[in-house]
């Protein structure tokens, strides 16, 4: 039997050879890219990153995180003056909150902005993926035809049924839907009246089964039938209707889901950063492979006419879908959201 | 708390005689020490720290923290359940623990198993189990309006009973191998003793077997208490509105608000009283030993 000495040196020298086997940090070439991981993100790679090396002999290593774990992370490399990412994942509310960690961006640096749909290229942030917060119900149990606005939503008697709505960090959405089904225009509702939306939600909220966390739970309560209708993610609707269930989504009044490539400040790739964002911009192929896999529209012009018109009105980046959506100010979000979010908990844990 | 773990560990260790060296069992404890230092005391320590310095000494954030109806009430209410869950546990966990310490050989093997194979399963898929069986058109209403006792399925997911379930169910394993362990080195005389004197299995139990595992059941309470007071996952999944925890609200100012001092404050409240409710608990169990001595 070995004897504890032998076992004791054993070990010392392994940790050792372990600890000289890891990898070195920061290879010469690579670009780091932060999304939120999953198979989300295997589409990015196989469709986008992989031919954009092939093309440019420019490695990216993809890093998996949440909007929140990003922000974290980012604030704590800030902190330790060691920023080790190049580009990030930005909701639109963060190309404001998170200003000071972003680099501006030069859209004249973008060659191919021309592929890409009006006003993609922000002070801040490009284009990514676009989708909504819609009202996605169960068609089945709607044969007369199912609610089309948030006021429908609110209806309770014409449409009975338990519903779902989101408490998944951003509770201006469904304080923006409470506004509209109280008859605020769509493109009128910031500065958000919070008296008036939480009364408005106090009326709905008997009939408020869940109040889903994740996209997926949201899944689950379509498919399992708990609930009949949900404020939720389109993608998330359109992935149980390939998935063959009866299940409507509506873009009227829709709140925009949208997600932008963002630059951080004091990165060291900078001109490699900004060949990737360029080279996103291009191939509409591409793009619709992604698009159809995920649910998630791109900001590529050109990726539409790839469609049949059938299929492109049901697209969240169709202009007349587009055109219904509501209009959010990330400004004021940016402003107001941990006294929003202070105060949506106090209401929601009552 | 130190006295009645030493105790569930050498319950645990059936200690042969044989002894590590002093300098080994320093280099075997050296990386765990180090590990412990800089993944956890150093960066719980500076978010303890900041939320009283940012820069300057300030107690800005804990009177924040008592100016908002919300904090202290979601406080309470974790303390609340972390309360109830750890009465439901002992309650549960009593009889099986007593179970298992008569059992031997496979019966033992087949019992350990049982309470060790949910311990080495996900949080995440024992959360997962229970909205099955509890969600609306679940296992369990199904069998209500099957056998025709509920007219409409009832609201069993999503509130504060299902996270109450579920929660009491991935803690027992907690509960039920420190007092298993208490029972099991109870000297079977003892009871012998009792009852060749006269007492019956009622009077055997309340006066020698039950005051004997005291220090288990101090133990598993501890720790089914202390950990239900972080819990993260479970009440995230299988919770309502009403659940919210005080641990949902520290990720909330850690990772989505960015308010790190603020989250300080929270998690520097959390800790305190914690260690305030275990130092009193500590207290009552020392007299209740002296008393029984």
Known sequence: ?350 | MTASLKRFAATLWQADGRRFPAPLSLLLVGPLVIGLCVAFILPVGRLLAVSVWNPDFTLAEFVHITESPLYLRILGRTFLLGGVVTVLTLVLAYPVAFLMARLSGWRLAVATACVLVPLWTSVLVRSYAWIIILQRNGLLNSILTGLGLTDAPLPLLYNELSVTIAMTHVLLPYMILPIWAALRTIPRDLPLAAQSLGANAVRVFFLVVLPLSLPGVASGVLMVFILSLGFYVTPALVGGPETLMVATLIGQQTTELLNWPFAGALAALLLGITLLLVTVFNRFLGLDKKAAS
């Open chain 1, 1 to 350: 039997m070995l004897s504890l000495r032998t076992l004791t040196l054993l070990s010392v020298s392994l940790a050792v050879a372990l600890g000289s086997a890891a990898p070195s940090r920061a290879q010469e070439k690579e670009l780091v890219v932060v999304a939120t991981g999953g198979a989300f993100e295997q589409a990015l790679r196989k469709n986008f990153y992989e031919p954009f090396t092939e093309k440019t002999g420019i490695r990216i290593r993809p890093v998996a995180a949440s909007n929140a774990e990003t922000w974290t992370k980012v604030k704590a490399m800030r902190e330790a003056n060691a920023i080790g990412w190049d580009i990030v994942t930005a909701w639109p509310e963060d190309l404001v909150a998170q200003a000071d960690s972003l680099a501006k961006l030069d859209c004249s640096r973008l060659t191919n902005l021309s592929q890409a749909v009006d006003g993609a290229c922000t002070e801040r942030g490009l284009l990514r993926t676009m989708g909504g917060v819609s009202i996605v119900y169960d068609a089945k149990r709607f044969p007369q035809g199912g609610p089309q606005t948030w006021a429908d939503f609110w209806d309770v008697k014409r449409f009975p049924g338990p519903r779902a709505m989101p408490n998944a960090g951003a509770p201006w959405w469904p304080l923006m839907a409470a506004l509209m089904a109280d008859g605020v225009p769509r493109d009128k509702l910031f500065p958000l009246d919070l008296d008036r939306a939480f009364k408005k939600l106090d009326e709905l909220r008997p009939s408020i089964a869940v109040w889903w966390r994740t996209g997926d739970q949201s899944m689950q309560l379509l498919r399992s039938g708990e609930v009949v209708m949900a404020m939720m993610w389109s993608g998330s609707g359109f992935v149980l209707k390939d998935q063959g269930l009866p299940i409507s989504v509506v873009w009227n009044d829709a709140v925009p889901n949208i997600g932008y490539w963002a630059m951080l400040k004091g990165g060291a790739n900078q001109d490699k950063a900004y060949a990737f964002l360029d080279y996103y911009l291009t191939r509409p192929e591409a793009h619709l492979t992604f698009a159809n896999a995920f649910k998630y529209d791109t900001s590529n012009r050109n990726m539409l006419a790839l469609l049949s018109p059938e299929d492109r009105a049901a697209r969240g980046s169709a202009p007349e879908n587009m055109a219904k959506m509501a209009v959010i100010d990330p400004a004021w979000i940016a402003a107001n959201r941990a006294a929003v979010i202070e105060r949506w908990n106090r209401w929601l844990s009552r």
